[in-house]
């Protein structure tokens, strides 16, 4: 089946540490985001990434850090810089040159910061 | 800059009723208008789009309204049923890879 994992479902870090989501998809799109989820709010971007080693900041970049080095993989990284990262993460995909932009979501992954 | 709001606060329904979700946005005038559904600790999947030159849109029971007048999406579920209990996302694409989603509205529906 074609679709988009994420892994760890739930991550626990300490104040401090650096921490890594995965995400990985086989759809063969070529558009791959991330975004934050908190309670009450709508999801919001962090970054975004168009092609393979190319990425752009989203709204929310500051504290996270991504790479592209393969179609499939869209790792995020969450710094310590980021100074509240407690949230839900969705990472999703879309298909290039379609004129709305469907999104295609991953099961998301539950960051806990203790 | 661009917002969308929905009800925050949860539509409680009895099965087999249509219930109604509103969705309003501002300072932008969308080509098209994305729903989504939301189930707990969960991605969203998406459901349908309408776009500007549409008044109406159907899928089977879920029908969608756009008033670029109004600013304003309306999203209907008919003859509901407990399985449709969820959150549901309005979002709109504003281009450059760019989408908003709003905050969502939970949907329960009790059998």
């Known amino acids: 089946d074609g679709g988009i994992t994420q892994s760890p479902k739930y991550l626990f870090r300490k104040e401090g540490q650096n921490v890594t989501l995965s995400c990985e998809q086989n759809?063969?799109?070529?558009?791959m985001y991330w975004y934050r989820q908190d309670p009450g709010q709508g999801l919001r971007l962090i970054y975004y990434?168009?092609?393979?080693?190319?990425?752009q900041k989203g709204d929310i970049a500051e504290g996270y850090s991504v790479s592209r080095e393969k179609k499939e993989s869209f790792p995020l990284t969450v710094t310590s810089a980021q100074k509240n990262p407690t949230a839900f993460y969705l990472c999703?995909?879309?298909?290039?040159?379609?004129?709305?932009?469907?999104?295609?979501f991953g099961p998301g992954t539950r960051l806990t910061v203790l | 800059s661009q917002k969308i709001e929905q009800n925050s606060e949860a539509l409680n329904i009895q099965e087999g009723k249509t219930a109604t979700l509103t969705c309003n946005y501002t300072?932008?005038?969308?080509?098209?208008l994305q729903w989504y559904r939301q189930d707990p600790g969960r991605g969203p999947v998406f459901l349908l789009l309408?776009?500007?030159?549409?008044k109406e849109k159907r899928k089977e029971r879920l029908k969608v309204t756009f008033d670029t007048t109004l600013k304003q999406s309306l999203f209907h579920i008919t003859a509901s049923q407990p399985a449709d209990s969820a959150t549901y996302l309005c979002?709109?694409?504003?281009?450059?890879?760019?989408?908003?989603f709003g905050a969502g509205t939970r949907l329960f529906v009790k059998a």
């Open positions: 999703a995909s879309s298909i290039e040159g379609q004129d709305y932009n469907e999104q295609f």
């Open positions: 759809l063969n799109h070529d558009a």
């Open positions: 990434s168009q092609i393979v080693n190319d990425f």
């Open positions: 300072n932008y005038s969308p080509a098209y």
């Open positions: 309408i776009r500007e030159n549409e």
């Open positions: 979002a709109l694409y504003t281009g450059g890879f760019k989408t908003i």
